[in-house]
């Protein structure tokens, strides 16, 4: 096993209650590598599996709460991690996170991109700092924010939607309240964790459980109903020769050949 294969991804703590889970990969701007996909199912499981945690707070380390896809990954392709079995993976953490039985709450204050976007919108509550920053990328790199809307389009404004799919632009934590995606956005991020982890506590586990179960139930059904759909479409995106171009530019920091 490599020193890459050992190290963690993602940091768990966990005190009065509320186990803190954080993306901790800054080197790649937290991006959705094979190990930290597969370390934060661990961490999530864990804390369902965990009596004495009342709720998830999932966070990150560094100025990027989740760059999305880790496109080094993804351009290498190798034959045991093919395209389908990428989305597939990104499809059951979404579906882990919307079926925890316990609240996850996302304490964003950093740059949110493409799948990253797909994990703060299967959170129950989201906290937008004021330094937090949203784009769906996909669009100018040749793919589509295939897998990612199963949380995402239930979750936001329809022509917002329809604006932010299509032109990859940045949005602020304000505009992203304003749509749905975050559920506010504070001035100040720590003592609205506060308030939010304390009445949080004062709620029963079962009660916890069966409201989010109501809340979540639509959401739930969307996502199994269209995650087949999506994750071929994703597969046959990532495959392509356009979205090569599109994730080799940039890793290159160059514009794709079809920019303008």
């Known amino acids: 096993m490599s020193t890459q294969d050992t190290?963690?991804?993602?940091?768990?703590?966990t005190e009065g209650g509320i186990a803190t889970v954080a993306l901790d990969s800054p080197h790649n701007r937290n991006a959705l590598s094979g190990l930290l996909?597969?370390?934060?199912?661990?961490?999530?499981d864990a804390a369902a599996a965990d009596e004495a945690v009342r709720a998830v707070v999932l966070t990150h380390t560094g100025g990027t709460f989740c760059a999305g896809a880790d496109l080094s990954e993804a351009?290498?392709?190798?034959?045991?991690?093919?395209?389908?079995a990428r989305a597939d993976e990104l499809v059951d953490l979404l579906r882990l996170i919307v079926t925890l039985p316990k609240p996850v709450v996302g304490v964003i204050d950093g740059h949110v991109r493409a799948g990253g976007m797909?994990?703060?919108?299967?959170?129950d509550i989201v906290l937008a700092g004021e330094a937090s920053t949203f784009a769906l990328t996909e669009s100018r790199l040749g793919l589509a924010a295939s897998v990612i809307?199963?949380?995402?389009?239930?979750?936001?404004?329809?022509?917002?939607?329809?604006?932010v799919f299509l032109t990859g632009e940045k949005f602020?934590?304000?505009e992203a309240a304003r749509i749905g995606l975050a559920t506010e956005a504070p001035t100040d991020l720590d003592a609205a964790l506060t308030k939010l982890t304390g009445d949080l506590a004062k709620c029963s586990p079962q009660g916890l459980r069966e409201s989010k179960a109501l809340v979540?139930?639509?959401?739930?059904?969307?996502?199994?109903?269209?995650?087949?759909?999506?994750?071929?479409?994703?597969?046959r995106l990532f495959s392509s020769e356009e979205a090569r171009e599109g994730m080799t530019a940039f890793l290159q920091r160059r514009a794709p050949r079809w920019s303008a």
């Open 7 to 13: 190290q963690r991804r993602v940091d768990v703590t």
């Open 37 to 44: 996909v597969a370390q934060l199912r661990e961490a999530l």
């Open 75 to 84: 351009t290498d392709d190798p034959a045991d991690d093919p395209a389908r």
């Open 118 to 123: 797909g994990l703060v919108a299967a959170c």
């Open 149 to 163: 809307s199963l949380t995402v389009l239930p979750r936001i404004d329809p022509r917002a939607a329809s604006r």
């Open 172 to 174: 602020d934590a304000a």
């Open 216 to 235: 979540t139930h639509e959401l739930l059904a969307h996502l199994d109903e269209h995650r087949d759909r999506v994750a071929a479409q994703s597969s």
